[in-house]
Nanobody, 125 residues
Framework: QVRLVDSGGGSVQAGGSLRLSCAAS????????MGWFRQAPGKEREGVAY???????YYADSVKGRFTISQDNAKKMVYLQMNSLKPEDTAMYYC???????????????????WGQGTQVTVSS
């Protein structure tokens, strides 16, 4: 049974940092594309970062240079290190997975078959 469990959200002041974690119970973890998405109230879900098999990464322009996605294949864990947080980063963050092939060239798509329950990130000014 596939299961993704997100954790690590919280409330921080602008400029602060948080590290999100995702525990992935996936068959053949290494054959999945992993991603972090977020959704703010009244807005559509948007892609934040991808990490592909082989550790190729992609980032949304709004988070480049501030967020870092990583994974530990042996532990089946995905992480999102978020630094220099801004109020506009406030959202529910979701871990996601989809079997390969991965979106070509990091094309943003919510066509991921598996989703975590979400973890709330709130950044105050």
């Amino acid at each position: 049974q596939v299961r993704l469990v997100d954790s690590g959200g919280g409330s921080v002041q602008a400029g602060g940092s948080l590290r999100l974690s995702c525990a992935a119970s996936l068959y053949s973890y290494s054959r999945n594309c992993m991603g972090w998405f977020r959704q703010a109230p009244g807005k559509e879900r948007e892609g934040v970062a991808y990490i592909y098999p082989g550790d190729t990464t992609y980032y949304a322009d709004s988070v480049k240079g501030r967020f870092t996605i990583s994974q530990d294949n042996a532990k089946k864990m995905v992480y999102l290190q978020m630094n220099s947080l801004k109020p506009e980063d406030t959202a529910m963050y979701y871990c996601s997975a989809r079997p390969i092939p991965c979106p070509y060239g990091g094309t943003w798509s919510t066509d991921f078959g598996y989703w975590g329950q979400g973890t709330q990130v709130t950044v105050s000014s």
